[in-house]
């Protein structure tokens, strides 16, 4: 079945350190993958998505590219902010109504 | 609203009562989704709406979940004879339409604790 796995957490960072937060998937045919994020005491929201191999969804510094060899999706930031702290869900749907989500990776930065 | 609102934020309740949570989509969005999201799990996708019908219910844990949603607007999820397991945060979402990478808007959650 379809399924997504990403790094445990928490990752621990000083502020402008380099971010990566990895993400793998296993799905049947062509799936879209997000990175959705929540910030303390918010729901989630989309952060970037990417809907066909080699595409590169950005948004607020952050980048993902879907690798389909490596049916990969990892999130990465050069330089992360104390703002940036959250809990990032990596999740994919491969059309139709059911998105399957990552655990979530929880992000500290420290100032 | 502006966003996916969802009430109570925190129900707590004891075990053997049956709980009602509530979830108004954004105008306009005729697709309604719920999750649950337990200590330290991802999101477990439960059900959808498409307009007022939902055509799976395959992923509602037990037959003690129901949901329902009229008007194609607002949605209840109703826990009968609540067990401690579930005890978790009970999101919902919405999107347009039920379509591939349709970005979906969260609510901020009902938070269920059964004592």
């Known amino acids: 079945g379809n399924s997504v796995t990403q790094m445990e957490g928490p990752v621990t960072l000083s502020e402008e350190a380099f971010l990566t937060i990895n993400c793998t998937y296993t799905a049947t045919g062509y799936p879209s993958l997000f990175w959705y994020v929540q910030y303390p005491g918010e729901g989630l929201q989309l952060l970037l998505k990417?809907?066909?191999?080699?595409d590169k969804g950005s948004n607020k510094g952050f980048e993902a590219t879907y690798r389909k060899e490596t049916t990969s999706f990892h999130l990465e930031k050069g330089s992360v902010q104390v703002s940036d702290s959250a809990v990032y869900f990596c999740a994919l749907d491969t059309g139709g109504f059911k998105t399957i989500f990552g655990a979530g990776t929880r992000l500290f930065v420290k100032a | 609203g502006a966003g996916v609102s969802q009430s109570p934020s925190n129900k707590v309740t004891e075990k053997g009562k049956d709980v009602e949570l509530r979830c108004d989509p954004i105008?306009?969005?005729?697709?309604l989704y719920w999750y649950r999201q337990s200590l330290g799990q991802g999101l477990e996708f439960l059900i959808y709406f498409q307009g007022n019908s939902a055509p799976d219910k395959s992923g509602l844990p037990s037959d003690r979940f129901s949901a329902e949603r009229t008007g194609g607007s607002v949605s209840t999820l109703t826990i009968q004879r609540t067990q401690q397991e579930d005890s978790a945060v009970y999101l919902c979402?919405?999107?347009?339409?039920?379509?591939?990478?349709?970005?979906?808007?969260f609510g901020p959650g009902t938070r269920l604790t059964v004592l």
């Open positions: 990417a809907t066909k191999a080699d």
């Open positions: 105008s306009g969005h005729t697709a």
């Open positions: 979402a919405s999107s347009l339409a039920v379509q591939r990478a349709n970005e979906q808007f």
